[in-house]
């Protein structure tokens, strides 16, 4: 069965630094989206991504943040200069459309800043 | 603005018992409606969901939810609970149209239930 990857599983970086988290989403999915989990609280909804455009983004999806799909499979969530409170576990979702389908989530990618 | 209100952080059950995790939602129109589940390190994986039609819902696992909209409410049920359903389990929503006439899909999510399955 089809499912969303994300890489690494795991990233460890230091406070002001620049981290790039990769998603690949199913192949014939044409929306993508980003959320996160902070520890002991919701998920929360960054970023939703459309015809190689930002449909629509959160108030926590400020400009340390952006989203890119280089290369048609890949899709990537970029923070420029990580700040502790960016510490979350990070999942990338895709569905075939937007309304009232299933979003698949990969497994998540688990960043702290230190 | 949409929010989603879980009733109970933590949930024990006996095995073989009911499971009813509960969900409650606020918007001004009806929206989709889901479950999600998450198991130790890993995704959020579909356990049903709700759009049109039927209001009790069937899920994998045995897992059922009804839509009562006079209650905005989608509570999860599961007759009999194993060992394996010990997880955590999220109830979201997502606009059925905004005002435009377009919806983007973004999830929005209750604060989430973990389950416990004793023997």
Redesign the interface.
């Known amino acids: 069965e089809p499912e ?1 990857t994300q890489t690494p599983s795991h990233q460890v970086t230091q406070m002001g630094q620049e981290v790039i988290l990769r998603c690949v989403p199913i192949s014939n999915h044409l ?1 993508f ?1 980003w ?1 996160r989990q902070i520890l002991g ?5 960054l970023v ?1 991504f ?1 015809n190689n455009e930002i ?2 983004k ?1 108030e926590i999806f400020d400009d340390q943040f952006s989203v890119e799909r280089p290369d048609g499979s890949n899709f990537t969530l970029k923070i420029r200069s990580t700040k502790l409170e960016d510490s979350a576990m990070y ?1 990338c ?1 895709s ?1 075939v ?12 990618t688990r960043l702290t800043v230190l | 603005a949409q929010s989603v209100t879980q009733l109970g952080s933590h949930v024990s059950v006996s095995e073989g018992a009911l499971v009813l995790l509960r969900c409650n939602y606020s918007s001004s129109v009806p929206p ?1 409606l ?1 479950w ?1 589940v998450q198991y130790p ?6 356990l049903l ?1 709700y ?2 039609g039927a209001t009790l819902v069937k899920g994998i696992n045995g897992f059922e939810a009804e839509f009562k909209k006079s209650e905005t409410s989608f509570h999860l049920t599961k007759p009999s609970a194993h060992m394996s359903d010990a997880a955590e389990y ?1 109830c ?1 929503v ?1 606009d ?2 905004n005002a435009g006439g ?11 239930t973990i389950l416990t399955v004793h023997p």
């Open positions: 969303v929306y989206y959320y609280q919701k998920v929360e909804f939703s459309y449909s629509e959160s999942f979702a569905s459309r937007a309304i009232g389908v299933t979003q698949y989530f990969g497994p998540g | 989709y889901f999600y390190n890993q995704g959020l994986q579909l969901k759009t049109t999220f979201a997502s059925r149209a377009t919806s983007y899909g973004k999830l929005t999510f209750g604060q989430g």
